[in-house]
């Protein structure tokens, strides 16, 4: 059993940055490939980010170049540093643990979800 708790959201100005950070609980942590998405009111969750217990690292094309996924195994914290935020990266982020990593971007979804953490990115 993993449980995720994800911080870091809030306001930012277009052009602005924020960094989340999503800690696990449990011993397991290690055994487990990360993947943060984000959901827009009306829209369908996506993909934003994964990493694999490897350190292999995908990004969905609209946050590549802006976006950074790490994990810090020691403190069990996946962290997701976004840098020139857009309105359209508006949304709740979430984290996820277990998700398999498939072919190209495509990854299933884990069993393990944090609560979500609001980014809103306006003037």
């Known amino acids: 059993q993993v449980q995720l708790v994800e911080s870091g959201g809030g306001l930012v100005q277009p052009g602005g940055s924020l960094r989340l950070s999503c800690t696990a609980s449990?011993?397991?942590?290690?055994?487990?490939?990360m993947v943060w998405y984000r959901q827009a009111p009306g829209k369908e969750r996506e993909l934003v980010a994964g990493?694999?217990?490897?350190?292999?690292?995908n990004y969905a094309d609209s946050v590549k170049g802006r976006f950074t996924i790490s994990v810090d195994n020691a403190k069990g914290t996946t962290y997701l540093q976004m840098n020139s935020l857009k309105p359209e990266d508006t949304a709740v982020y979430y984290c996820?643990?277990?998700?398999?990593?498939?072919?190209?971007?495509?990854?299933?979804?884990?069993?393990?979800w944090g609560q979500g953490t609001q980014v809103t990115v306006s003037s």
């Open positions: 990493i694999t217990t490897g350190g292999t690292i």
């Open positions: 996820n643990a277990g998700g398999v990593k498939l072919r190209g971007s495509n990854w299933s979804k884990g069993d393990y």
């Open positions: 449990g011993s397991s942590f290690r055994l487990y490939n």
